[in-house]
């Protein structure tokens, strides 16, 4: 018998009503489209893509903080609207994109670290006070901190609390959204270092949102780009990146700029359709954009093509 998926989203979509005033209609905005994929023991599995294309919204409803419109998410084979709130916080815990944004400013570091294990159960103030100092000491953190106010700390040394705080009560996931984007690019490595450390001693499996090619190169095994509320391709990072065969993929790879005053800028042959959620085009919402479109682009939607584990929405993947 196959081990079960730590996570399995299947059709998940997410939509929402905007606009409309007083007296006009609503619109419906579709922030996610029938997103499938799984999460194994240990993985780390990124999802990049433009802002916009529904990241952080897919992320917000893996940690059941957003309910979705259809399709289901579930945690080792359980369908989350049947886990108690404690118990999916047990399961997975999130680490978010601003540490000083998602800390709260009036609690002291050591308050801040141990919140998570205080609403689990009834544990005693020294297993806890233990537990935090186990906890600071493995992402980093002095001690003489625990004491100390968020407003006292650098951005990475606020980025180790998150950290800290979702490793509280040892869960199985971690869902990264956009980690290192609020931090100096001298303390981004650390961080994305720290993490790849704790994957390995805790056994830790994470969903990575990002936008940053080369942090999803570092650290992740497979990678799902998304566009538009949907995800047109899917593999290891060696096979999508490497080797990308959809069109859109191929042009985020070909927008990376590099380090090199003496090459200009990149041009990618995209043209100046911007996509819009409130009103996808019709058959392959990328085709307004894609140099190789044509008419069976903009009257079919391409279904997935290959193996599971490595599949392109594509009609034209093949070529």
């Known amino acids: 018998m196959s081990e079960l998926p730590l996570i399995e989203t299947s059709g998940l979509t997410r939509s929402f009503p905007v606009g409309g005033g007083l007296r006009g209609p609503k619109r419906m905005l579709h922030a996610v489209r029938g997103v499938s994929f799984r999460l194994s023991r240990g993985e780390i599995l990124a999802v990049v893509g433009e802002s916009g294309c529904g990241k952080s919204t897919l992320a917000r409803m893996v940690l059941g903080l957003l309910a979705p419109t259809a399709g289901d998410v579930q945690l080792n084979g359980e369908p989350i609207e049947r886990m108690k709130r404690l118990q999916r916080a047990a399961f997975v815990q999130p680490v978010f994109q601003d540490p000083y944004a998602s800390l709260n400013p009036q609690k002291r ?185 044509t008419d069976l682009c903009s009257s079919d939607e391409p279904e997935a093509r290959g193996l599971p584990s490595r599949f392109v929405a594509c009609h034209h993947a093949d070529s």
């Open 109 to 293: 570091i050591e308050q801040i670290i141990a919140l998570p294990l205080r609403l689990q159960a009834k544990v005693k103030r020294s297993a806890i006070a233990d537990r935090v100092r186990q906890m600071m000491s493995l992402v980093g953190l002095s001690e003489t901190l625990a004491s100390r106010m968020p407003s006292e700390l650098s951005g990475g040394q606020r980025q180790r609390v998150a950290i800290a705080r979702a490793l509280m009560v040892s869960p199985k996931v971690v869902v990264c959204d956009e980690p290192t984007s609020a931090l100096d690019v001298s303390v981004q490595a650390q961080i994305l270092n720290l993490l790849q450390d704790l994957r390995e001693k805790m056994s830790l499996a994470y969903l990575l949102i990002s936008h940053n090619i080369a942090v999803v190169e570092h650290l992740a095994d497979r990678v799902a780009v998304m566009y538009l509320g949907r995800i047109v391709e899917i593999g290891t990072v060696e096979e999508v990146l490497g080797h990308p065969r959809h069109p859109y993929t191929q042009a985020l790879l070909a927008s990376i700029l590099e380090p090199d005053p003496a090459k200009r800028l990149p041009e990618i042959p995209l043209g100046a359709t911007f996509p819009n959620p409130l009103d996808p085009p019709s058959g392959c919402a990328f085709h307004p954009r894609c140099p190789r479109a």
